[in-house]
C-alpha cells in the first residue's frame, strides 16, 4: 500500500440494475486518448452524474472494484470514472493535467451519454489521492457546477515538507493546489469528508474540518484500505443523491 491509496480489484461486469459502457477520450491534457467507463440506470434516464476519482495507482474499473457503481439502480445517478493516472489531478510539469482533462473532457463527454444538458451539475467523489482531487476540482469547478462532493481518506498534508515527490513537482506546485489554501472556494458547497480513525491522514482531515463551515464528517474505526472504502461506498452515493 501506498499513502496515495491501493489497488481496487478490476470488475468488467455491469453491476446489478444498471448498463455499462466505456470509451476514449480524445487526445489531450498529456492523457493520450484515456479510457473512461459509465455506468446508467438500466431502463431509465439517469437523474444526475457522479464523477469518480480513483486512488494512487487505479485506474477507470477502480471505482466499480469498490462497489461505487452497485449503488447506480438504487440511487438514479449515472457514475463515470476514467484512467486518471498518478499525477494528483492537477496540471504537472510533465505537461499532464488530469484534472483539465476531468472538467473539459471527461464531464462534458459524460453527460452527453447520459442524455443530461451540457449545464447539469455534477457530484464529485474520490479516495486517497482521487479525494483530493475531489476538493480539488470542486473548487475550481464551483458551486455552479458541482452539487456536492464527497472526498473519503483525502490525501492532504498541511505544508510541502510533509509530501511525498510524487504528489507535486516542488514547493509552488503545492502552494497552488493545497486545499488548505483553497479553502473559501468550497464555502458554501455540500462537502462530506469520511475516514479511518488510524488513516494516516486523518490528523489532516481533521485539520480541514475544522476550516469548513457545514461540512458532514465521518470519521469511523478503520485505516486506508480498499475494504473501507468498500463499506462506505453505499452511503456516499445515497449522500450525493439527496444532493442532486
Not at 437523474?47 to 447506480?72: E, I, K, T
Not at 438514479?76 to 483539465?100: E, F, M, P, Q
Not at 461540512?215 to 475494504?227: K, M, N, R
Request: glycine share 16%; hydrophobic share 45%.
Amino acid at each position: 500500500m501506498t499513502l496515495g491509496g491501493t489497488l481496487a480489484g478490476c470488475r468488467t461486469s455491469a453491476p446489478s440494475g444498471a448498463v455499462l459502457s466505456d470509451g476514449t477520450l480524445d487526445d489531450g491534457h498529456g492523457g493520450n486518448g484515456a479510457r473512461w467507463r459509465l455506468a446508467v440506470p438500466e431502463g431509465t434516464a439517469p437523474r444526475g452524474l457522479v464523477v469518480a476519482l480513483h486512488g494512487f495507482g487505479g485506474d477507470a474499473d477502480a471505482a466499480f472494484g469498490l462497489g461505487y457503481g452497485d449503488a447506480v439502480a438504487a440511487t438514479g445517478l449515472a457514475l463515470v470514472s476514467v484512467d486518471g493516472g498518478n499525477g494528483y489531478w492537477h496540471a504537472r510539469r510533465d505537461s499532464t493535467d488530469s484534472g483539465a482533462m476531468v472538467r473539459e473532457d471527461l464531464i462534458p463527454t459524460a453527460l452527453d451519454r447520459c442524455g443530461l444538458p451540457a449545464s447539469t451539475r455534477v457530484g464529485l467523489l474520490g479516495w486517497s489521492m482521487g479525494g483530493f482531487g475531489a476538493l480539488l476540482l470542486a473548487g475550481d469547478l464551483g458551486p455552479a457546477r458541482v452539487n456536492g462532493v464527497v472526498a473519503a481518506s483525502a490525501a492532504l498534508w498541511r505544508t510541502a515538507a510533509e509530501t511525498p515527490a510524487v504528489a507535486f513537482d516542488d514547493r509552488g506546485d503545492f502552494e497552488r493546489h493545497s486545499i488548505f489554501g483553497r479553502v473559501a472556494r468550497l464555502a458554501g458547497m455540500p462537502v462530506r469528508l469520511d475516514c479511518g480513525e488510524s488513516d494516516p491522514f486523518i490528523r489532516a482531515n481533521r485539520a480541514l474540518a475544522e476550516q469548513l463551515p457545514g461540512v458532514e464528517t465521518h470519521f469511523e474505526p478503520g485505516g486506508h484500505e480498499d475494504d473501507w472504502w468498500r463499506a462506505h461506498a453505499a452511503a456516499e452515493m445515497t449522500w450525493l443523491a439527496a444532493r442532486a
